[in-house]
T-cell receptor, first 117, second 109 residues
Framework: DAGVIQSPRHEVTEMGQEVTLRCKPISGHNSLFWYRQTMMRGLELLIYFNNNVPIDDSGMPEDRFSAKMPNASFSTLKIQPSEPRDSAVYFC???????????????FGDGTRLSIL | KNEVEQSPQNLTAQEGEFITINCSYSVGISALHWLQQHPGGGIVSLFMLSSGKKKHGRLIATINIQEKHSSLHITASHPRDSAVYICAVSPNTGNQFYFGTGTSLTVIP
């Protein structure tokens, strides 16, 4: 089975440029999460979706960040304009959220290592 | 305010040693997760616990719900166990995780 697929694996760009990170969740998973990981702050939740609907975006740092999930098999995280402090590893994860809200583990993608110069 | 605290932050052990990593949390939870991240690598879920103990190979995870504490044990540690181990909890409300800052483990041959 294919896991969570993220692209690109690495991105290096100059500050001010628009950056788009992509994620394909595991088929059948209906919850999707975007995380940011830095040495200083560890893993932080940015936003999550249930059934393609954004549920909690309180972790999104500021208006420069936006996320969409147009369908069950694709999500994007966009940063515009990018700044050096956005440099981090961005992870996407998905899980099954069933009607009983029983716990299922999250499955993580390999991450996108973003460097803003 | 950190909902999840891990200790130690860094740990170096000799191959073969028994290793314990601790996690304490302050919120009501429906489950606790132990995750493993190798250098430059992705994140893998090792265990999901809501009570008692689970074992997988040389890894053992325990949880005490009353004390809001969990431990991850590695028996007969090996250099390939070198990784960052992250504790995360699923709170009773909401669908998200709260993460600890991770424990960086290095096992020396």
């Amino acid at each position: 089975d294919a896991g969570v697929i993220q692209s690109p694996r690495h991105e290096v760009t100059e500050m001010g440029q628009e950056v788009t990170l992509r994620c394909k969740p595991i088929s059948g998973h209906n919850s999707l999460f975007w995380y940011r990981q830095t040495m200083m702050r560890g893993l932080e939740l940015l936003i999550y979706f249930n059934n393609n609907v954004p549920i909690d975006d309180s972790g999104m740092p500021e208006d420069r960040f936006s996320a969409k999930m147009p369908n069950a098999s694709f999500s994007t995280l966009k940063i515009q304009p990018s700044e050096p402090r956005d440099s981090a590893v961005y992870f996407c994860a998905s899980r099954v959220l069933d009607t009983w809200h029983s716990n299922q583990p999250q499955h993580f993608g390999d991450g996108t290592r973003l460097s803003i110069l | 305010k950190n909902e999840v605290e891990q200790s130690p932050q860094n740990l170096t052990a000799q191959e073969g040693e028994f290793i314990t990593i601790n996690c304490s949390y302050s919120v009501g939870i429906s489950a606790l997760h132990w995750l493993q991240q190798h250098p430059g690598g992705g994140i893998v879920s090792l265990f999901m616990l809501s009570s008692g103990k689970k074992k997988h190979g040389r890894l053992i995870a325990t949880i005490n719900i009353q004390e809001k504490h969990s431990s991850l044990h590695i028996t007969a540690s090996h250099p390939r166990d070198s990784a960052v181990y992250i504790c995360a909890v699923s709170p009773n409300t909401g669908n998200q995780f709260y993460f600890g800052t991770g424990t960086s483990l290095t096992v020396i041959p």
